[in-house]
């Protein structure tokens, strides 16, 4: 068994779509129209492209929203993504102008930092020692 999918909820799956290709560096793999606006939006590491995807999932349910908004409020990350140098990725970030939460903390075997993706969701990058 294996992690094949994993997803964030987005507010505007378009403006995901452009901070998750553009400043963090994902690539499409899929994008299906599923009616209306909604559409199967998929992204992977261009180091694995056949690897986990990543889907940018409407907010639509009613229940995301209250989930997502106490994430953000209580300072949780909707999911992590392993980078092999935290502090050049918060550089590289933060001249790009994305705001963080966390600047790079070493914790324990770990260095973390944590940004907003600008569609709702806190994300955590980290580095292993």
């Known amino acids: 068994m294996r992690i ?41 590491s261009p180091e694995d492209p056949d690897g986990t995807e990543l889907l940018l999932e409407p907010n639509k349910h009613p229940a995301v929203k209250p989930y997502t908004t106490a994430l953000v409020e209580d300072g949780i990350p909707a999911t992590a993504f392993a980078v092999d140098d935290v502090r050049a990725e918060f550089d590289r970030l933060s001249e790009l102008g994305v705001r963080f939460t ?21 994300i955590q990058i980290m580095q292993s020692a």
Request: overall charge negative; charged content about 25%.
């Open 102 to 122: 966390q600047e790079p903390t070493e914790m324990g075997p770990v260095t973390t930092a944590v940004l907003d993706d600008t569609c709702g969701n806190l």
């Open 4 to 44: 094949n999918l994993t997803s964030v909820f987005v507010e505007d799956q378009e403006k995901a779509l452009r901070f998750y290709t553009d400043v963090l560096g994902f690539v499409k793999k899929h994008d299906v129209p599923l009616g209306g606006e909604d559409r199967w939006l998929t992204l992977v």
